[in-house]
């Protein structure tokens, strides 16, 4: 015999989309139940995103989340953007008043799991066997195992699927009512986190005709480099020398004297590149955010950002559902969110093109013909600029 949960708001996941909406929620007198697959400490040392867009900003400071942020974190004015011999600094506040932070989606998420355990509200980690019931009815329910192996049913007025693009979420309803548009690239990501300060004040995106490299960072004494590699590739054939030595070729070690300082790898992951939109976001009782919706290559530093601005349109939809059985903004959730979506998943689907080698050197050549018109026009770097410091929430 299952376990019966009642609640306002059943949460499927607690990254960044599942415990921000919990905490925005709660804010609001709203009561959820988050259910995730992973233990906290899994979910709390997830290496991933690092960059988060003013808006992002804003809202974490808005809703009493950024104060280790703001302490511990970096802001930047813009990004270097270069290709062999030349480096261009595109500068986001010169050109539309905004910047970016650097600070890591790991603190986030220990951020966020601090102000969820301080509401006190239920979270069940290590659930499995977790489904969802009726979300076509006004009592939607969802179904887990959890980790003492009892059964366990939460009974909720609605559902939001934030348990990314692995979780039973996006599946959910029946496919007929659901259309899905993906690109898949045929190049990965080889990540790397290393123990040395960065080698760079600002985010470098090399074009280089070995593959893309870009160095970025974490803190003052922590780097985070990423090299493009063919789709398939396993970590195991990339020793940390021949990683130095490609970071050092594609980002220009020793042009105009700029220097790459190697260090101590310790972590490195394969991250293929895709992108990925479902729509509609809202099915019956079901309202999805974050990866469950959308995948985005990280090229833009956008799929973090994009589960926050969505989790910002839903929970004031959820609290007029809950709270005053007002629908007028749940309605509109998923139309809202898709535009956002779909500017994130073009500049992205941007940025990755115009920085990635392929096997057409013509395409080489249109590539470096748009770098150079992006760093030297007013017009093409605040296009940059303003997409990726971020557009507002109600784009
Ligand atoms: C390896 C990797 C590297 C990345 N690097 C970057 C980057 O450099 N820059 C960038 O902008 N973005 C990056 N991203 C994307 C960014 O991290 C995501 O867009 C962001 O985490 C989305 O947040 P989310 O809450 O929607 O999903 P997630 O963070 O994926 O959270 C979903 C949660 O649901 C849980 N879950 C899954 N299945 C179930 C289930 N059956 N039941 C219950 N819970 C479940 C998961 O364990 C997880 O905790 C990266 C993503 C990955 C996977």
Redesign the pocket.
């Known amino acids: 015999m299952a376990q019966t949960i009642r609640t306002d708001v059943a949460i499927?996941?607690?990254?960044?989309?599942?415990l921000l909406l919990a905490h925005l929620l709660a804010a609001d007198g709203v009561e959820s139940v988050v259910?995730?697959?992973?233990s906290a400490e899994?979910?709390a040392a997830?290496?991933?995103?690092?960059?988060l867009e003013h808006s992002t900003v804003d809202l974490l400071r808005q809703v009493g989340l950024a104060t280790r942020l703001q302490a511990e974190g970096d802001e930047h004015r813009g990004i270097y953007l270069q290709w062999p011999h030349e480096r261009h600094h595109i500068d986001f506040v010169d050109l539309v008043g905004r910047s970016v932070w650097v600070y890591g989606?790991t603190e986030v998420q220990k951020d966020l799991m601090a102000a969820h355990a301080a509401t006190g509200q239920q979270i069940h980690y290590e659930?499995s066997d977790?489904a969802l019931h009726d979300i076509g009815s006004t009592s939607p329910s969802v179904t887990?195992r959890g980790s003492d192996g009892r059964a366990h049913r939460v009974e909720a007025i609605a559902v939001a699927g934030?348990?990314?693009?692995?979780?039973?979420s996006r599946t959910a309803a029946p496919s007929a009512g659901r259309q899905t548009w993906e690109r898949a690239y045929p190049y990965s990501w080889l990540?790397v986190l290393a123990d040395v300060a960065p080698s760079t004040d600002e985010l470098i995106y090399a074009w280089h005709s070995d593959g893309f490299a870009m160095h970025s960072m974490r803190s003052a004494t922590v780097s985070r480099l990423y090299l493009q590699v063919p789709g398939g590739t396993s970590v195991d054939q990339w020793s940390d020398d021949r990683i130095w030595d490609a970071l050092a070729t594609r980002l220009g070690h020793g042009q105009g004297g700029w220097r790459l300082t190697p260090g101590p790898i310790t972590s490195r992951?394969v991250?293929p590149m895709r992108s990925r939109v479902q729509a509609p976001m809202r099915l019956g009782r079901l309202f999805l955010?974050?990866?469950?919706a959308h995948?985005?290559p990280?090229t833009?530093?956008?799929?973090?950002?994009?589960?926050v601005s969505d989790v910002a349109l839903l929970a004031p939809a959820l609290v007029a559902l809950v709270r005053h059985g007002n629908g007028t903004l749940a309605d509109a959730y998923s139309e809202t969110a898709l535009r956002r979506v779909w500017r994130a998943t073009h500049f992205s689907w941007w940025m990755t093109t115009m920085l990635h080698i392929g096997t057409d050197p013509f395409d080489a050549q249109l590539q470096l013909s748009q770098l150079r018109w992006v760093a030297g026009s007013a017009a093409g770097a605040t296009g940059l600029a303003e997409n990726y410091a971020g557009l507002p929430i109600r784009y």
């Open positions: 499927i996941g607690a990254g960044p989309a599942g259910v995730e697959a992973r899994y979910v997830r290496i991933r995103a690092g960059i989606q659930a977790v887990f934030c348990d990314g693009s692995h979780g039973p990540g992951s991250l955010a974050g990866d469950a995948i985005v990280p833009g530093a956008k799929g973090l950002n994009l589960a």
